[in-house]
């Protein structure tokens, strides 16, 4: 049973360019969330999706946009990349009709913009 | 104020020791508390869940007080394997939208 795969592991940007990080949730989970973790914090929560809309936001800039396909797997784009950014982002899936229950995350993708 | 606060420690305690983790939220309409590990470098995985009338899993038992706002893990008998980073988590509906994580509190167990 597959978890939840994200990609790429690592990745190093400039300021001002704009990356893609892509999510598949586990198997059976139809709900995608993301966070970003900067060291020593917990995860913020940035976005989830639901049947490729995003429901809820967290306080994120619009720089911070997503996109769910039908297959339920995700991306997060990131606009004008600023130092600030550098950190883990972690993507979560869930089922959003089962029982009450938590996430499971992905390895997550470490980024470092310089 | 943050929604879910925790203390940040960090918690030294020897093997075979008991102790005992607290976190308070904010937002008295939260219905969903969990307790989640993340090891250094990894991401967090589940531990358990936290229901009203408090619950156990081996070593481990959270308990949740609603009027106080206060969830609480205790971990006994402590092993070198507990050493982790101890995560609070809110949800405000049972299944659906986001989930509000503490900042963890940090655990060492020393031989």
């Known amino acids: 049973d597959a978890g939840v795969t994200q990609s790429p592991t690592h990745l190093i940007k400039t300021r001002g360019q704009q990356v893609t990080l892509r999510c598949s949730p586990k198997?059976?989970?139809?709900?995608v969330s993301w966070y970003q973790q900067a060291l020593g914090q917990g995860p913020q929560f940035i976005f989830q999706?639901?049947?490729?809309?995003?429901?809820q936001r967290g306080n994120f800039p619009d720089r911070f946009s997503g996109h769910q396909f039908p297959n339920y797997s995700s991306e997060l784009n990131v606009n004008a990349l600023l130092l600030g950014d550098s950190a883990l982002y972690l993507c979560?899936?869930?089922?959003?009709?089962?029982?009450?229950?938590?996430?499971?995350f992905g390895s997550g993708t470490r980024l470092t913009v310089v | 104020r943050k929604e879910v606060e925790q203390d940040p420690g960090p918690f030294n305690v020897p093997e075979g020791a008991t102790v005992a983790f607290n976190c308070t939220y904010s937002?008295?309409?939260?219905?969903?508390f969990f307790w989640y590990r993340q090891d250094c470098r990894k991401e967090p995985k589940l531990l358990m869940s936290?229901?009203?009338s408090g619950n156990e899993d081996g070593r481990f038992t959270a308990q949740l007080n609603r009027a106080s706002q206060y969830i609480s893990l205790l971990i006994r008998d402590s092993k070198l394997s507990d050493s982790a980073t101890y995560l609070c988590?809110?949800?405000?509906?049972?299944?659906?939208?986001?989930?509000?994580f503490g900042d963890g509190t940090t655990l060492t167990v020393k031989p």
């Open positions: 937002n008295s309409a939260s219905q969903s």
């Open positions: 988590v809110v949800r405000l509906n049972t299944n659906a939208g986001k989930s509000t």
């Open positions: 198997s059976g989970h139809d709900t």
């Open positions: 979560a899936s869930s089922l959003a009709a089962g029982p009450r229950g938590g996430y499971t």
């Open positions: 936290v229901y009203s």
């Open positions: 999706y639901y049947e490729e809309e995003e429901r």
